[in-house]
């Protein structure tokens, strides 16, 4: 009995530890759009009643989070204002969606906050030109660890341009 109890710990943790080194959306060419609904459907966590979004200060200058303080990020193979994280991508890359209007808090410049319709009534944040993405592999808030992530994952500022520093 002792056995098992320590066995699917390790495999979980083992399984959690493959998920957060796949390079998910590296090997995407861009090609196929997800599937409707995907970032709402497709491994991302429910859609929120509605979400704001603020500026707070990080390791590599202010940049955009949630109004939990969670950081968020762009993908650099987004074309602008549309997602190319497909179903894989998005279970490492978590979409911020709300069922409701995406509001700008403290810092954010109102009139660079978009939406992008997902399917099943979810909307894509959208800042600038960069859909935003959460990652997994941020435990708390304030959290950077995505930043520069396979070259192609990078926190965004308040300007709506990506922060291409290390963290």
Do not use: H
Request: aromatic residues 6%.
């Amino acid at each position: 009995m002792s056995r098992n109890r320590f066995t699917m710990p390790a495999a979980v943790s083992a399984a959690a530890l493959a998920l957060l080194t796949l390079s998910a959306c590296g090997g995407s060419d861009g090609a196929s759009d997800p599937e409707p609904g995907g970032a709402a459907s497709g491994g991302a966590a429910k859609p929120a009643a509605g979400a704001v979004i603020k500026i707070a200060d990080s390791p590599v200058g202010k940049i955009l989070v949630d109004e939990s303080g969670r950081t968020l990020y762009g993908f650099t193979k987004d074309k602008p204002g549309s997602s190319r994280c497909d179903a894989d991508c998005i279970a490492v890359w978590p979409a911020l969606t709300s069922a409701k209007d995406v509001t700008a808090g403290t810092g954010v410049q109102p009139d660079l906050l978009k939406e992008a319709k997902l399917g099943e009534g979810a909307e894509q944040a959208v800042y600038g030109d960069w859909p935003l993405y959460y990652y997994v592999g941020d435990a708390t808030a304030g959290d950077v660890n995505g930043q520069g992530l396979d070259g192609e994952w990078f926190v965004v500022a308040a300007d709506g341009k990506l922060v291409k520093k290390a963290a």
